[in-house]
Every structure is written in structure tokens, then in C-alpha cells.
């Protein structure tokens, strides 16, 4: 068997229409994993499932608003009754951009729904099937924001501190078990978002303001959704058998590098 294979397992995704999400959709159906996609954009689903598609790989999508515990709970449970659920990726979030003068009460409970209740919806309802079949692997999409101060990013900075925190509360109490429960932390990375950020805020000066971007990491430039996706490979791996409760930076040098 190859190394990082995913043969015949069953991971259900959030936020699998474009950027990181995308990109973990693919490189998991190309290891031969069944993906289940959670998702409220059924238009860039539909393109995620079109390449997996094209190249003979398995994947299935699902309107969800990943916010609606119900919704998520019946959809996972519908899709628990034919599968195993071998690993549940939280990987769908939102930006704000902000310090706290700038962000209202509905810019927090907006964040705080998708960003936190999410995560919270999807372990929730992934964990007592996989405590049932005695395994499962829980990856949970962080930031370096979490850990490090960045200039008006209030908001998102508390919602993935607390996808931080969940991490390691998860891992713990569910280590017996035989569940895993990790996240990753990247600083930026170049995404349909970062496109979008960058022209409506900035008209005009995009290159400029791309470069300007790319810069802040040490290593000059930003990461791409497939370095993300190959960490989070082998993180889901039986090759990651041992670790669990982590925080995975990849992140460019930022957090250990910056003088300032």
C-alpha cells in the first residue's frame, strides 16, 4: 500500500467549493477517499465534484449551512447510516477584518456561528459514530491568528483561538477512545478570498498590495491551497497514528521568524 493512502474511507468536508477546502477535496479523492462535501455554494461544489469526477474519484456534496445544528446533524447521520465516518475535516470559516472598534455585535455573532458553532455542529455530531466503530480522525482548520497578534483581525483572531482550544479539549477527552483531534494554523495563503480581499479593498493597487501580502511571511511569498491539502494528507494518515492534540503551523516563517 502506498504511503498517505485513504483508501475506501469516508471523510466528510465543510467548505470544499474553492481554495483550501477545494484543494483538500481533490488530493483525499485522488488517495482514494469517498468525500462528503458540506457546503452552502452548490455552484463551486459542483466544479469540486466535477474534477473528482473526471479523474475516477469518489465524492458526493450536500446543501448545508453548517451553522444549523439540525441540518448538520441530519445530514451526517443520513450519511453515517450507509458509511463509516472515518474523518470529519472543519475546514469552512469566514473573515472579518477589523480591530474592536470596528467590528459590531452582528459582525461577532456572524463569525461566531460559522467559525465556532460549525466546528462545534460538525464534532458534535461526527463524534458518537466514530466513539461506535472505536476510531476517527478530527482536523480542524485554524489559523496563526489563534496564537499571534494581527493588525484588525479582532473577530476572526477570537473565533480561531477558539477552534484552537476546542482542538485540544476534544483530543483529551476522547483520546481513550481511539479518536484523533488536530488542526492546522496557516498564515496566508493565496485564494479566491485573497483575490477578492485584495480588489475590493485596494482598487487599483492590487499588485501592489499582493506583493505587500506575500511579504509579511518570512519566506516571501504566501502559501498555496495544495500545501495546505499534503499537510493535511498525512495529518488524516495512518502515518499520523501518533499524533494528536497538535497545532500544526505552516505558515511561511511567520510566527517564529518575524523580528517583529
Known sequence: MKKFSLQDKHVILSGG??????????????QGANIHILDRDEIATQSTLDEIHANKGNATSYRCDISNQKTVQQIIESIASHHPIDILINNAGIAHVGSIEKVEEEDLDRLFQVNVKGVYNGMKACIPFMKKQGHGCILNMASVAASMGITD???????????????????????????????????????????????????????????????????????TPQEIADLALFLCSDEAAFITGADYTIDGGYTKLNAH
Open 17 to 30: 467549493g474553492s481554495g483550501i477546502g477545494k484543494a483538500i477535496a481533490i488530493t483525499f479523492a485522488e
Open 153 to 223: 483581525r479582532f473577530a476572526y483572531s477570537m473565533t480561531k483561538g477558539a477552534v484552537l482550544t476546542m482542538t485540544l479539549s476534544v483530543a483529551k477527552d476522547f483520546i481513550k477512545d481511539n479518536i484523533r483531534c488536530n488542526c492546522i494554523s496557516p498564515a496566508r495563503v493565496h485564494t479566491p478570498f485573497v483575490d477578492g480581499f485584495i480588489s475590493k479593498n485596494y482598487p487599483g493597487k492590487e499588485a501592489e498590495m499582493f506583493e505587500k501580502l506575500s511579504k509579511t511571511q518570512p519566506i516571501g511569498r504566501m502559501g
